[in-house]
Structures are given as structure tokens and as C-alpha cells.
């Protein structure tokens, strides 16, 4: 008797912070790309609320290994940090990381998932996005705290996370550039200045859609459509190698 083989999907790993974490909330852009992939690709959802680069590099081994296989083919991994990085040293210091750090940790994060068969082209960096500091000061001095982060410097760690993926040979989805562009107001793009509100996750799905398609549609529709299976012998249908 053969053994049959189990069913395997490739997978699109999202990596980043709580802007990641948050994405499989209802209309979340994560959501909306696992719904694009369904029966395609396995959208794994591995955002880290809180978390910098630096905290990121260190787990990553533990979450993309070597010892993987073939059984876990990835597709793509999107790399999205920067919004915790950028939190101003003076005020918030734990979640601070320098620039010249941040970029160095991206392109270790690069090297790392190059480094178990996941090749640079399969890479997107996504850049945090721009700060509404209004609306972020409120929130700040909710939780007793003076605000902690500036556009100004968000866009900083913008142009260093371009800047990494060009020399990591990574694609890049340059949100904080995108929201802003023509000078349109980008403040309906997040909820409490810092996070995405419903129409933010809608630009950042529909953006990052743009960057992963290519990535994405050879991958075939897994086991067969309902319409072509044979209901007197569906073991032949169901049981074939596809």
C-alpha cells in the first residue's frame, strides 16, 4: 500500500511588529492578503507587538530556521519594523534603536533569511509609516508620558530601511513616502497616530498586494475545485498528487 503524502503549502511570513501583530484583525491588511492566498499559500501572521529590530534579529532564528525543509516553502517574508525603533532615546529608550543600528539589523535579518534558502528577491521591507504626533501626544499623555516619537525622525528610519533593502538586494514598500505623497493627508491612515485604522490597513493591503502578486500567482490552487470531484470515486480526485 503507498503512502500518501501529505499536503504541502507554501507559506508568506509576516514579520514584524504590532502593525504586523494587529494585521489579522477584522479588515486588517493581513487578513486581507491570507483571503487573496486562500488555497494558494499559508499567510503566517508572526508580528511581535512592542518589539524593535534589534529584539526581532534575535528571534527570528527561533521562528525562520535552517532545519525547515521542504515541507515549509516560503514564498515571501515581509520584514516590518521601524515604528518602535524610531521612539525618540530620551523619552522612550527601551524601545529606541539608533539608526545606524536599525539599518545594520535589517540587513542581518536579510543575511539571516538568505542564509536558510529564503533568496533576497523573496525579502520585502516595509517601512514604517508616517506619525500623526497630535493624535500620538494624546495617546502619550494617556499613559502619563510625554510624546515619544516625531514624523520628522519616522522618516528618517524610512529612508534607512530603503536604503538597506537596496543594498540587501530586497524589494521595498516605502509607506512612510506612499502616505504622504501629493501632500495628501495621511492622518485618516491611522488610528491613534501611530497604528493603522480601518482605511490605512485598506492602503497597506492594496500597496503591499502590488510588491507580493508577482511573488505569488504561479502558485497553484490546491486540491482540486469541488465541481471536479468525481462523487462515485472521489479517493481518485482527492487522493492524486496536485
Known amino acids: 500500500m503507498s503512502t500518501l503524502k501529505n499536503i504541502l503549502w507554501p507559506q508568506v511570513i509576516l514579520f514584524g511588529d504590532s502593525i504586523t501583530q494587529y494585521s489579522f484583525s477584522s479588515s486588517g491588511w493581513g487578513s486581507d492578503?491570507?483571503?487573496?492566498?486562500?488555497r494558494k499559500c499559508d499567510v503566517v501572521n508572526r508580528g511581535l507587538s512592542g518589539y524593535n529590530s534589534r529584539w526581532g534579529k534575535i528571534i527570528l532564528p527561533r521562528i525562520i530556521s535552517g532545519d525547515r525543509g521542504p515541507h515549509n516553502k516560503i514564498a515571501a517574508v515581509t520584514v516590518f519594523f521601524g515604528a518602535n525603533d524610531c521612539a525618540l532615546e530620551d523619552k522612550n529608550p527601551k524601545q529606541h534603536v539608533p539608526l545606524q543600528e536599525y539599518s545594520d539589523n535589517l540587513k542581518e535579518i536579510a543575511r539571516?533569511?538568505?542564509?536558510?534558502g529564503v533568496t533576497a528577491d523573496k525579502v520585502i521591507f516595509i517601512t514604517p509609516p508616517p506619525l500623526n504626533e497630535a493624535a500620538w501626544q494624546?495617546?502619550?499623555?494617556?499613559?502619563?508620558?510625554p510624546l515619544n516619537r516625531l514624523?520628522?525622525?519616522?522618516?528618517?528610519?524610512?529612508?534607512?530601511?530603503?536604503?538597506?533593502?537596496?543594498?540587501?538586494?530586497?524589494?521595498i514598500l516605502d509607506l512612510w513616502t506612499?502616505?504622504?505623497?501629493?501632500?495628501?493627508?495621511?492622518?485618516?491612515?491611522?488610528?491613534?497616530?501611530?497604528h493603522l485604522s480601518l482605511k490605512g490597513n485598506q492602503f497597506v493591503a492594496e500597496q503591499?498586494?502590488?510588491?507580493?502578486?508577482?511573488?505569488?500567482?504561479?502558485l497553484p490552487f490546491i486540491?482540486?475545485?469541488?465541481?471536479?470531484?468525481?462523487?462515485?470515486?472521489?479517493?481518485?480526485s482527492l487522493l492524486c498528487d496536485r
Request: hydrophobic content about 40%; aromatic content about 8%.
Open 33 to 38: 492578503i491570507a483571503n487573496k492566498l486562500a
Open 151 to 171: 514624523n520628522s525622525v519616522a522618516g528618517q528610519y524610512a529612508q534607512a530601511c530603503v536604503q538597506a533593502a537596496g543594498q540587501c538586494g530586497a524589494d
Open 178 to 194: 506612499l502616505m504622504q505623497k501629493d501632500g495628501q493627508d495621511f492622518t485618516e491612515f491611522l488610528s491613534d497616530g501611530l
Open 112 to 116: 539571516h533569511l538568505v542564509s536558510v
Open 138 to 145: 494624546k495617546e502619550c499623555e494617556l499613559a502619563g508620558s
Open 208 to 218: 503591499l498586494w502590488k510588491v507580493l502578486e508577482r511573488r505569488v500567482v504561479d
Open 223 to 236: 486540491l482540486p475545485y469541488w465541481g471536479d470531484v468525481d462523487p462515485e470515486h472521489p479517493e481518485a
